[in-house]
Nanobody, 116 residues
Framework: QVQLVESGGGLVQPGGSLRLSCAASGFTFSTSAMSWYRQPPGKERELVASISSTGSSTYYADSVKGRFTISRDNAKNLVYLQMNSLKPEDTANYYC?????????WGKGTLVTVSS
């Protein structure tokens, strides 16, 4: 079965950096596009970034463009989200996502808190 396990969240000061990781299993990772979503407290979940199966194509929400970088390692079945210049409004639970045959799969999330 599909499993997505996020890690790397934590408390960071404004302007700081974090790298999130998502370990994937139970499907053919190297042929699957992957995404990161986030859900701020009291708000709806939103798409942050996506990456194609080969990593050659990426998408970023306007709110994170130029600060966040999505990447993947198909040999290790890992997808990453490098987050720089973090702002308090980046505080959220961050989720790894796979969409396959119309079904969305989610990890349990990792909490990122940006605060001084």
């Amino acid at each position: 079965q599909v499993q997505l396990v996020e890690s790397g969240g934590g408390l960071v000061q404004p302007g700081g950096s974090l790298r999130l990781s998502c370990a994937a299993s139970g499907f053919t990772f190297s042929t699957s596009a992957m995404s990161w979503y986030r859900q701020p407290p009291g708000k709806e979940r939103e798409l942050v970034a996506s990456i194609s199966s080969t990593g050659s194509s990426t998408y970023y929400a306007d709110s994170v463009k130029g600060r966040f970088t999505i990447s993947r390692d198909n040999a290790k079945n890992l997808v990453y989200l490098q987050m720089n210049s973090l702002k308090p409004e980046d505080t959220a639970n961050y989720y790894c996502n796979l969409r396959r045959s119309g079904v969305a799969y989610w990890g349990k999330g990792t909490l990122v808190t940006v605060s001084s």
